[in-house]
């Protein structure tokens, strides 16, 4: 059975912690985030909150009902973050070139926080801002509804899963870090035109761009791609 989360004003009346705490919902994420930043998600339990918290685990679900809903309110978090101080110009190919980014960096910040969440679905405060952020931008700009959806669900995809990849190989140890770099010049800038030739001419290119994350390039073709939709929808009258 779920356990009851106890309403937020009655969480603050709680006593402190055994060190002088209050407790909050933004404390104990941003202490599930520094367990994740130090150990990964496995190192993420009840009881080594208990312990960075200095309260009986049993007190965190007055706040959260499990550990999954606190994995959905740090990815909600994680999201706040993003949208901290930003504000939207009118202009919306900029906006959303912002917001991506910044979501993209927010998530990539805590890389083992990113590989738990990216994947989810909060339905949270953050979230719902974000969504409604990016569908105001696109309907703002014109686009119809049918394509201001389908654009939404690309923009948010690409920019998680982007976020997920480039986290995952944050996360590595360092060593494999640098080994999987060292590859592109090791392995690919080695290889002879005659077999390869190809990689053999992008080698020096290869080996400079797949250190970096293509997040940048993806996010400015998809929105090269909504700006001719939108220039096609206007020179046929497609636009409501």
Request: hydrophobic content about 45%; overall charge positive; glycine content about 6%.
């Amino acid at each position: 059975m779920a356990k009851q989360v106890v309403p937020e004003e009655k969480r603050r009346r709680r006593r402190p912690t055994r060190s002088g705490t209050v407790l909050s919902e933004t404390l104990i994420v941003d202490a599930a985030l520094r367990l994740l930043r130090e150990h990964g998600s496995a190192g993420l339990s009840a009881r080594r909150l208990g312990l960075a918290l200095d309260c009986d685990p049993s007190t965190l679900y007055r706040y959260f009902r499990g550990m999954d809903e606190l994995t959905l309110a740090i990815g909600d978090a994680l999201i706040g973050e993003a949208l901290r101080g930003w504000r939207p110009t009118g202009e919306w190919r900029a906006d959303l070139h912002a917001v991506g980014l910044r979501i993209h960096a927010a998530y990539v910040a805590h890389p083992q926080a990113a590989q738990l969440t990216a994947s989810r679905v909060t339905g949270r405060a953050n979230e719902l801002a974000a969504d409604e952020a990016v569908l105001d931008i696109l309907r703002n700009a014109g686009f119809p509804l049918p394509d201001t959806v389908r654009i939404y669900h690309a923009f948010i995809d690409q920019t998680l899963a982007f976020a997920a990849l480039d986290a995952a190989s944050l996360a590595l140890p360092r060593a494999a870090q640098r080994a999987d770099d060292a590859i592109w010049r090791s392995t690919y800038a080695r290889l002879p035109a005659e077999t390869h030739p190809r990689i053999a001419e992008a080698a020096p290119l290869l080996s400079t761009r797949m250190v970096t994350s293509a997040y940048p390039t993806a996010l400015e073709m998809l929105l090269d791609s909504a700006q001719a939709r939108l220039a096609a929808l206007t020179a046929t009258g497609g636009l409501p």
